[in-house]
């Protein structure tokens, strides 16, 4: 599978938020990650739907849109709407027939649909979800922040994964040049990072560190 980097814009500075977004287009990124945060799901709060609104203008990057929300289903026809190609929500805020629903709504609207699993939860949790979703987002920091140190203990539930799911991988949190290599290995094929990324001297050299990473 295509190994694609997906720069967390949470690292970026907000009060340039369109010239840091294309400089990690400029620079070789396959899409951007966009951390949605409730204050209650986890403890931060970040942007909402009128800010991917705008980024959808700025841009042509695939909007990978992560949703770190209680009752996600209560605001996805807002983030479709405001131009997300990719929509994932937490196994730990959602009931099976809430993610069928969900299924549906975003397939309808050629919007892929991924689950994020958080590193306390066990795999067993999202098995029989496999068949629901594009995508897996593995998380390896507990989430809330950027900045956070990659937890290694998620490695054997992503290569557990790998073994039984034939969509694409994709894993956030604590990821830089030197854990990339292990996960790329163990099956991810999607790398979010933000402060490795927005934050490197040299961001096209951090990109591709990453994508080469072995
Ligand atoms: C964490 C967010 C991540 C975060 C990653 O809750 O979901 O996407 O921005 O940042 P780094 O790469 O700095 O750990
Ligand atoms: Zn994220």
């Known amino acids: 599978m295509k190994i694609k980097i997906a720069p967390s814009i949470l690292s970026a500075d907000f009060s340039c938020l369109d010239r840091e977004i294309k400089s990690v287009e400029r620079l070789g990124a396959d899409m951007l990650h966009i951390d949605v945060m409730d204050g209650h799901f986890v403890p931060n709060i970040t942007i909402g739907p009128a800010v991917v609104k705008s980024i959808r203008r700025i841009t042509r990057l695939p909007l990978d849109v992560h949703l770190m929300i209680e009752s996600p289903e209560k605001f996805v026809d807002s983030f479709i709407k405001a131009g997300s190609d990719m929509i994932t929500v937490h196994i730990e805020t959602v009931s099976r027939s809430t993610l069928e629903r969900l299924k549906k709504k ?32 593995v998380m390896s920091v507990n989430p809330g922040f950027g900045g956070q140190e990659f937890i290694p203990e998620v490695l054997p539930k992503i290569k557990r994964l790998r073994s039984e799911f034939k969509g694409e991988i994709s894993v956030d949190g604590g990821v830089n040049d030197k854990v990339a290599g292990a996960l790329i290995k163990a099956g991810v094929n999607i790398l979010a990072a933000g402060s490795y990324i927005f934050g490197a ?3 096209k050299q951090a990109i591709e560190r990453i994508r080469n990473a072995s």
């Open 201 to 203: 001297k040299d961001r």
């Open 106 to 137: 975003l397939s309808k609207q050629g919007v892929k649909f991924g689950v994020s699993i958080n590193p306390p939860t066990p795999f067993s949790k999202i098995k029989g979800v496999l068949k629901l979703v594009d995508f897996i987002l």
